[in-house]
């Protein structure tokens, strides 16, 4: 049996305990104190789910709770004040505990979507990133001193968005120079066929108009 008084026995007449005969089941204890009657419930209450029970316990222990007023309430207003009472806080807890499911499976759905992005670094330098939405840090990056380089391989880049979770698997298993050199040379490859294709832009940046076809 789980007992959990709030306050010191002498102090309170009012205790809430786990029932005897079941896991789920809360007892509310009234025994004045020095008292030798036995304890009396004066409310118990079965409970759907462990997590239920603990809400109520929980505000108990935390303090949010003082059993003399659960006491004093249901001696006052009945048991259907304190079961309204416990209603309220566990359909809060759910609604918490809800939230915070969905904020994990968010978290866990953001792992797989991976973004581009081309950012101005320090010391004038110009950095191309593939970067997981649930991270703050970029998983891959390259670095150019000129920022038509960069440029360049975004023209190519930002057409395969369908590949990045691979990308960042193969800078994972050979490491990010590895993988800037594969983009590299796969941008060359495009940029020659759509050169002799005679749909390049010309210039340093053969792609600029390119539409990932």
Request: with cysteine.
């Amino acid at each position: 049996m789980q007992f959990i008084p709030f306050l010191d026995d002498s102090a309170s007449a009012f205790h809430l305990r786990q029932n005897a005969k079941s896991e789920c089941a809360l007892d509310l204890i009234a025994q004045p104190p020095g008292s030798r009657a036995a304890p009396t419930a004066i409310w118990s209450r079965r409970f759907d789910t462990i997590d239920d029970r603990d809400t109520l316990l929980g505000a108990v222990t935390k303090g949010r709770l003082d059993p003399v007023f659960l006491g004093r309430l249901t001696m006052m207003f009945g048991s259907a004040a304190l079961d309204e009472l416990a209603d309220r806080l566990i359909a809060a807890a759910r609604a918490e505990r809800a939230e915070e499911v969905e904020k994990a499976a968010k978290r866990a759905r953001n792992h797989f979507v991976v973004n581009l992005y081309a950012r101005e670094g320090k010391h004038g330098r110009h950095v191309l990133e593939l970067q997981r939405r649930n991270s703050d840090e970029a998983e891959w990056s390259v670095t150019y001193d000129r920022a038509i380089e960069r440029d360049r391989l975004c023209d190519w880049l930002r057409w395969q968005k369908e590949r990045f979770l691979g990308f960042l698997d193969h800078a994972a298993e050979h490491g990010g120079e590895a993988l800037s050199r594969m983009l590299v040379d796969e941008m060359f490859v495009a940029e020659r066929r759509v050169k002799a294709e005679g749909r390049g832009a010309g210039g340093t940046r053969p792609l600029r108009m390119w539409r990932g076809d």
